[in-house]
């Protein structure tokens, strides 16, 4: 069983917890359309998103409103 994530750990990396589950969201539909029937497979995308978030892999940019600063 994977380790669990706590938000506290999660908000030190993005600045809001909307914009995290939208960010993940994105990486877990990349994940899976990338993976064809991987059946068997031990570790769900949702995990991989959030480990690959929290090692600094993910990177997003702020909408243009926001000024189009990366983070």
Known sequence: MPAPF??????TKIDSL?????VATKRVNQIMKSEKHAFGKKKKPTITAIEELLEGKITYR???EEDLTEI
């Open 18 to 22: 909307y914009r995290l589950v939208n």
């Open 62 to 64: 702020k909408n243009e």
């Open 6 to 11: 706590y938000v506290d750990e999660l908000l």
